[in-house]
């Protein structure tokens, strides 16, 4: 019989998430330290060994598990699928797929893909390795309550081995679309083909360009709205506004060493020398559960971490652009969140990105939030997500 969660375990798993993203943007305490042990409890399972196979079919599940202590009221479950990346390439995904226990609604439960905020880009630091996935899914526990199915892919090259795909919006994309798939094919006439798509940061810019890909992607796939919360939407300024800090240096080394490996763009044209050595160790640490580490190995290149400017040094810029969602119309309602107090995500950034949208012609709703923080904005756009949720799902599409 598998374990059931507790009230209190998601409302700590909140409280756990919000200590460690407050941890990255303000420096880390002995109680963080002990709050980053505790999240980075391994899963110590079987389940990703020996993985089967890329190749096949987008979206088809080819593992599963039953994952223990998962929200009262629901069954969760750990899942491969294979996916595409943004050249085409078969890889495999690992994530979780949670669904509401009893009987689902006439014509099946609607999916809501969630598309998670950086955790890292090593195969460790992948949401599913953890022995409590479930707190890094923000809003679970009321998205269950509405009798959502939740889906998760922990985006390529984490959970299983593949390309790095951070920031690479191609490819989380892909992923993101895919794991909808993967929750139809598992949860067969218990599912239907309504998705709604919702991430958190960098998990904002995947949902986004899932968005995006949707209709010459996963055309049998019926997205019925997108919501986003503090998303990495115009690379370049985000990286401008953030690498004078010890936070910045941490996130581009994750972005630098990705946008290396998979476009080949050489680190030395962009960063000194001492940044350059130290991007392969730093990019091996998960953020929050290594920020300690991380930061030990950040902090010394504050100031000194790029020798060239990203937003005019080829190819960075052109790889930064066209890993910027908004090349294209999105066609499907957007619901975009931003805290005002958020200085990882300036509001300002945002605010562009929405009215750029809205020339576009795309149907945006802007909901700024007094107060908020890029760690707190995801929990506190709830209200209003389930409400544009609500609304979407029942529009006639």
Known sequence: MRKRGSKWQAGAGVALVGVLTSALLGGCSQEVRGEEDLAARPYTGTFYDDPPAAAGKPGEIVRSELAAGGPFGATAWRILFRSTDLTGRP??????????????PDGGRTIVSWAHPTTGSAEKCAPSRSVDPYVWIEGLRVLLDQGYAVVSSDYTGMGVGGPNSYLVGGTEGRNVLDAARAARDFLGSAASDRVLLWGHSQGGQAALFAAQLWKAYAPE?????????????????????????????????????????????PLDSILTPSAVAAVPTMAGFCLLTQNSALHDVAQ??????????????????????????????????????????????????????????????????????????????????????????????????
């Open 300 to 397: 010394p290149l504050v100031g000194r971490f790029l020798s060239g400017d990203p937003e005019t040094t080829e190819p960075w810029a052109g790889l930064l652009a066209a890993n910027t969602p908004g090349g294209m119309p999105i066609p499907a309602p957007v619901l975009v969140a931003q805290g005002l107090n958020d200085t990882l995500v300036r509001p300002s950034a945002t605010a562009a990105f929405v009215a750029e949208e809205k020339r576009r012609g795309t149907d945006v709703v802007y909901d700024q939030i007094a107060g908020a923080t890029h760690g707190t904005v995801a929990n506190k756009a709830m209200p209003a997500v389930l409400r544009f949720f609500e609304r979407s799902d029942r529009s006639n599409g």
């Open 91 to 104: 890889v495999l995904n690992s994530g979780m797929l949670l669904e509401p226990d009893g009987p689902a």
């Open 221 to 265: 796939l019926d997205v019925r709205a997108v919501a986003v919360a503090a998303p990495a939407t115009d690379l370049a300024s985000l990286m401008r506004a953030d690498i004078g800090d010890v936070s910045g240096v941490s996130i581009a080394s994750y972005a630098f060493d990705a946008y290396s490996e998979v476009y080949g763009a």
